[in-house]
């Protein structure tokens, strides 16, 4: 069975991301989506909440499991038998660090990373963008899924 991780914080999950999964989830006969937990960081969503919401916008593909982590991804990729990290690349400068990130899990336990280029309908977006746009009120309907674009409004409609 071929297996491969798709990392992150997902603080929310955009389009960006998911077309990353879902190319990932035509490739691999299972696609782990890794939710980083980073305790030192609050985010706008907690860890559970973009779990749902990832599974919500993923179930369709019918091979993606979500589950959050916390340390090494490649101690995650060894508990699970993991052999391929996939990564999407916006830009040169995301290539810089991925690449040393690659080269380091490499070192560490053999796992191999793949990266994929973005879309260039998503080679702009980030989590913090659609927070930032989002939160003065800005339309980010076309960056996030129905789902996530609810939970975003609700979530800064609090604040």
């Known amino acids: 069975m071929r297996r491969a991780v798709c990392p992150g914080s997902f603080d929310p999950v955009t389009n960006g991301h998911l077309d990353i999964v879902a190319r990932a989830s035509k490739l691999y006969d299972t696609v782990h989506v890794a939710v980083m937990i980073n305790k030192s960081k609050q985010g706008l969503f907690t860890v559970e909440e973009r779990i749902a919401l990832i599974r919500e916008c993923t179930e369709s593909y019918g091979n993606v499991v979500v589950e959050a ?8 990729c060894k508990q699970r038998d993991i052999p391929a990290i996939v990564k999407g690349l916006r830009a040169v400068s995301d290539f810089d660090y991925e690449l040393q990130m690659a080269q380091m899990n490499n070192g560490l336990s053999g796992v191999e990373t793949m990266f994929i280029p973005t879309n ?32 975003l409004v609700a979530k800064l409609d609090r604040g």
């Open 69 to 76: 982590f916390h340390g090494l991804l490649v101690d995650y």
């Open 120 to 151: 260039p309908v998503y080679s702009f977006l980030s989590s913090s963008l659609v927070k930032e746009v989002a939160a003065w009120g800005g339309d980010v309907s076309h960056l996030v899924p129905e789902p996530v674009l609810s939970s």
